[in-house]
Each structure stands twice: as C-alpha cells, then as structure tokens.
C-alpha cells in the first residue's frame, strides 16, 4: 500500500508567517508521529499522536508550535510567527501502535527567510 | 535526559573491507532501532532490536543489542558501495513517554 504522504515537499515563507504542514500516514496506523530534522543532525521529536488525542507533546519547542489529528488519520503541523530558526525539514511517521516500527514520510523541507 | 551517541560520525571504507557503527545510550531502553537515510531521502527501517542479545542480519548488514551495556552495533560485512549513506539509531524515550531520541548519525561512504 501507499507510504507516508506528507505535503508540500518544499515550503519557502517569511519570517512571521503562519505556515501549514500535513501529513498523511499509513492506512490503519494509529500512531503518528512529528520530528524536524536539521542539516547534519539526526531527527528530533516533536509530538505524538494515539488516535486523536496528542498522546506526548514534550518535544515542541513553543508555543508557535501545533498540531492536531482531528478525525485520527491526517495530521497538520502548524506553526505560527516563523523564524529563521525554524527552518528544517519536518518529518512525519507512522506505526501501527506505540513502540512499533515508525515508518518516514518524504518529509517537508521549510524554509523561513 | 536519553542521550544517543554514534560513533564514528564519519566513515569512509573501500569496498570488501568490514566496519562497525557503535551506539550507545543512556538510560535503560526496551527498544533500539536502526534507518538509512540517503541524501536528501527520508529513513529507511533496517532493524528493530526488541531484547537483550537480539541480532539481526539483512544481507551484508548485521545489528545486534546489549542492554546492558547500552550498546547496540551494525556491522558491515564485505561493503559494497551501494551501502553508502548515513546510518541513524534510535531508542524509545521509555519511561511510559513516546517517540524516538536519535542519534547524530554516522556518515558512511564507500569507495569503489
């Protein structure tokens, strides 16, 4: 079946921007997860979807930072007031539960000038 | 604080030769995980690690997992080029809390 889907690939803004960005997981996963990646680094957890709940927010940086999973499969990432900082890629995965394998997206490259 | 260490960060091999990645981490872990990642690709699973003494084996890849020790290597056997890319490990936060800490990668090319 199809793999994590995850749009736009590339997303250019400007600082103090609101930017949008949506993932698609596997169908039937339950568990969905958000990272950020930067250059050079290993991905960094963001949060933790089970459902439609957020299960573990521990990893967003601020308050700028919010996702929801509204009906338990798609998932927005949204950010408010970008910053140049912010720039990275944001990946998303999925697994059929907690603790299983998580399976990657293509993710979204963001880039704030 | 889970801390995941990779080393080395940065690995260059000729082709036929064997190597070792070494990951270590910090506090006790049910789960070790390994991807690929390709440049400007997303991650690839290669292996999860569920127990103490777990080894896994895909084609010239081997991982395998001391708990404790927190260590878990992946060995290459023989590497061929195509095995070029960066190698990430990953381990549950574990105490009840989710997702996966990283770490920093090792970087791994393979001359012809």
């Known amino acids: 079946g199809a793999g994590v889907s995850q749009t736009p690939s590339n997303k250019v803004t400007e600082k103090g921007k609101y930017v949008e960005l949506r993932c698609d997981p596997i169908s039937g996963h339950t568990a969905l997860y958000w990272y950020r990646q930067s250059l050079g680094q290993g991905p960094e957890f963001l949060i933790y979807f089970q459902g439609t709940g957020a299960a573990d927010d521990s990893g967003l940086p601020n308050d700028r930072f919010f996702a929801v999973r509204p009906e338990g499969s798609v998932s927005t990432l949204k950010i408010q007031r970008t910053e140049r900082g912010d720039s990275a890629v944001y990946l998303c995965?999925?697994?059929?539960?907690?603790?299983?394998?998580?399976?990657f997206g293509p993710g979204t490259r963001l880039t704030v000038l | 604080e889970l801390k995941v260490e990779q080393n080395p960060l940065f690995l260059s091999m000729q082709e036929g030769k064997n190597y070792t990645i070494y990951c270590n981490y910090s506090?006790?872990?049910?789960?070790l995980y390994w991807y690929r990642q390709d440049p400007g690709k997303s991650l690839e699973s290669l292996f999860v690690?569920?127990?103490?003494?777990a080894v896994k084996q895909e084609g010239r890849l081997m991982a395998s997992l001391d708990t404790k020790a927190r260590l878990s290597t992946l060995h290459i056997t023989a590497a061929v080029h195509d095995l070029s890319a960066t190698y990430f490990c990953a381990v549950d936060k574990g105490g009840g809390a989710d997702g996966l800490t990283f770490g920093k990668g090792t970087h791994l090319i393979i001359q012809p």
């Open positions: 506090t006790t872990s049910d789960r």
């Open positions: 690690l569920l127990s103490n003494g």
């Open positions: 995965a999925s697994s059929f539960g907690r603790s299983n394998t998580q399976y």
